[in-house]
């Protein structure tokens, strides 16, 4: 529907996720973390599907926590329709590191607080040149949350997870690329035509799509393992993949 704030489109293998809320920058409010759920969970259910990408409407990513329910949740935290409101904006975007398929943030414009943790949850990050990525909990008298802190220092240290998450620093595109944050920085109309490109590449086998991105979060992403411990991971799927192949 065109008017849900979670739009999902399926073409060629890939499934696209659309944050259509731009009259507030795409902040995430109960509602749509819920829709957001019910997308990743359709995404699981289609086997065709063999990558996703996630992209807004608008000029913002995504504005973080909409405000509204920051406020509500400040009121009274321990009220149970606010706990469990915050509850489902986090589920949102740890629902999105738990997809079963490769996935790519194709990021325009501002990242803010959640909408930080919604791009730092997928595998792989193509931003504009101009964006604006900052955390901005601490700004907001805010402490972070979600996770903020580990999701982003896994990816770009402990050095400069401190600059942005304790002490404001906002980064661009190219900064991103420098620090590890995105694979690569484009001009912005380009953003999500790159991002498609990529996700097409994988998505072309999705069945061993799925099984290489498990192994993957697996040995790489949820705290790095040994290689002697990645060569057991790898292994079975391996010898999976060349049976398969010798079957074609």
Request: net charge negative; glycine share 10%; proline share 4%.
């Amino acid at each position: 529907m065109a008017d849900a704030e979670v739009l999902l489109e399926v073409d060629g293998g890939v499934a696209v996720v659309t944050l259509n809320a731009p009259d507030r920058r795409n902040a995430l409010t109960p509602a749509m973390a819920s829709e957001l759920i019910d997308v990743f969970d359709q995404v699981d259910a289609q086997p065709e599907v063999g990558a996703l990408v996630v992209r807004a409407v608008g000029k913002s990513f995504c504005a973080g926590g909409d405000v509204a329910t920051l406020t509500n949740a400040g009121k009274d935290p321990a009220a149970p329709e606010n706990y469990d409101g915050m509850g489902r904006i986090y589920d949102s975007f740890y629902r999105l590191g738990q997809v079963k398929v490769p996935t790519i943030a194709a990021v325009r414009g501002s990242a803010v607080g959640a909408g930080m943790n919604m791009l730092l949850a997928a595998d792989l990050r193509i931003v504009a040149n101009d964006a604006r990525l900052l955390a901005g909990f601490l700004k907001r008298g805010l402490h972070p949350g979600g996770g903020h802190f580990v999701i982003l220092s896994r990816l770009i240290g402990r050095e400069a997870a401190a600059a942005m998450a304790l002490f404001g620093e906002e980064i661009n595109g190219p900064k991103a690329v420098e620090l590890g944050l995105a694979w690569e920085s484009v001009d912005e109309s380009a953003v999500e035509d790159r991002a498609l490109e990529l996700a097409r590449r994988v998505a072309a086998d999705p069945e061993l799509a799925r099984v290489a991105v498990g192994n993957f979060r697996r040995e790489v992403v949820n705290g790095a393992v040994s290689w002697e411990v990645a060569t057991q991971f790898e292994r079975p799927a391996q010898m999976w993949s060349m049976r398969r192949s010798a079957k074609d």
